[in-house]
């Protein structure tokens, strides 16, 4: 699958921002429990433009993560009505923009809009790309039945079936010695 290096980057966000709630971080918690650790994770994924880093601004962003990760379970024509309701519930107007290291990409609001509504619409945006492409297949949720984690499996086949290499091998382990103990009985 070949989607705009923009486009990869914010589904990229998405999937790390999706996977700090409890069930499917690494540590079992929430991850950005604090303005601290999402401040963390923005500069991590070179977020730019306003951030409060207060309370409400943390609320309204795990509010957004809630919703991006519904998104995932979507089919195509239930994702593209939800893109365009936040699409339109965050006014976006999508504009060309390039800063720091990036180049050329697409900001769909302002840089001064509040932080929530951002992500929500940058995501709207490279939502809009898979819908598009008829891709919404590649967005998962891990296979592995004991992880909540999802990822967007951009891999050329599409087979990905896990949402890290961890719980790949954990599953393929397990798989091992169930058919290890079948043969010894």
Not at 166 to 177: D, K, Q, S, T
Request: glycine share 6%; hydrophobic share 45%.
């Amino acid at each position: 699958m070949h989607l705009a290096p923009d486009t990869e980057d914010v589904l990229a966000f998405v999937v790390a921002l999706g996977n700090t709630v409890a069930g499917a971080s690494r540590s079992g918690s929430d991850e950005i429990a604090t303005a601290a650790e999402l401040t963390r994770l923005l500069d991590a994924h070179g977020y730019t433009g306003r951030f409060d880093r207060d309370d409400r601004e943390l609320d309204a962003v795990h509010r957004v993560r809630a919703h991006l990760r519904r998104v995932w379970g979507l089919s195509r024509d239930e994702a593209a009505a939800e893109v365009n309701d936040m699409l339109e519930l965050t006014r976006a107007l999508p504009q060309l923009a390039r800063h720091d290291a990036f180049d050329w990409h697409l900001h769909a609001s302002a840089s001064d809009e509040p932080l929530a509504d951002r992500i929500l619409s940058e995501a709207a945006l490279a939502l809009v790309d898979v819908i598009r492409t008829d891709e919404m297949a590649r967005l998962r949720v891990c296979g592995a039945v004991d992880c909540d984690g999802i990822f967007a499996d951009l891999s050329r086949n599409g087979s990905k079936r896990f949402c890290s290499v961890r719980c790949g091998n954990r599953v393929n382990m397990i798989a091992f010695r169930e058919r290890a103990a079948s043969e010894t009985a």
